[in-house]
């Protein structure tokens, strides 16, 4: 086969692929992620199921493949707003970053409610989505570490004892060189900034937060804090 003629075929295969893909999410947009049919996938692509069969083999494979564009998705923009901040403090690098997270998920309801929702019944996410799904950790965790090499990152409140080894088995697996005590409270307001995005997208924060932007510029500066970062540039 020459490579003109495989060049058109590997076109042709995204190109099916993407619609595969942008029909899941419509399907994902009407009925959540637990009723993700790829007969109906196919049926509204005019395909036969076992043609869409030869892209993705199960529902879970789908469902993966979603996840994963999801994931880098977000990460792509939360590394590109910290990049744009890339020479201010660290404070307000962290506070691009969350911004951004935000603003994807404002963005993307349904994809992340996928990804950070209730879990689909019956699938089991693989390890493929792992990288993916670090990325915004890892930008938040490179602003850690360029704060403490220059000094400019303070010690939060001391671990109680009894933290300390979860504290210390955290640091090596996930930030290695960064002091525990400051890793502990990174992986806390990890959980936090995600825990306030998803108040706002699934609607807990309604009769409560009007002002949202604000609100959260401001949570997420204090979060910053928390984890040790403090103003000045580093």
Request: charged letters at 25%.
């Amino acid at each position: 086969m020459s490579s003109t003629a495989q060049g058109a075929r590997a076109r042709a295969r995204m190109e099916v692929t993407a619609a595969i893909k942008d029909e899941a999410r419509r399907q994902l947009a009407a009925e959540g992620a637990a009723k993700l049919s790829l007969r109906a996938v196919a049926r509204e692509l005019g395909m036969v199921s076992s043609a869409l069969y030869r892209y993705f083999p199960s529902r879970d494979d789908l469902l993966t493949a979603l996840i994963i564009d999801a994931y880098d998705s977000l990460g792509e923009s939360a590394e590109a707003a910290h990049d744009k901040a890339v020479d201010a403090g660290p404070v307000p690098r962290w506070t691009a970053v969350a911004e951004a997270v935000r603003d994807w998920a404002l963005r993307h309801p349904h994809e992340y409610a996928l990804i950070y929702g209730s879990p689909v019944p019956g699938y089991t996410a693989p390890d493929t989505t792992v990288p993916p799904a670090s990325r915004v950790g890892l930008v938040l965790i490179g602003i850690l570490r360029d704060a403490h090499g220059a000094s400019a990152l303070t010690e939060p409140e001391p671990l109680p004892a009894e933290l300390r080894p979860e504290a210390e088995r955290m640091t090596a697996d996930l930030a290695p060189g960064l002091p525990p005590a400051n890793v502990a409270a990174l992986v806390a307001a990890w959980a936090q900034l995600f825990g306030l995005v998803g108040f706002e997208l699934f609607g807990q924060f309604n009769r409560v937060v009007a002002d949202r932007e604000t609100f959260f510029r401001h949570a997420a500066g204090r979060l910053a804090h928390g984890v040790g970062l403090v103003d000045e540039r580093p």
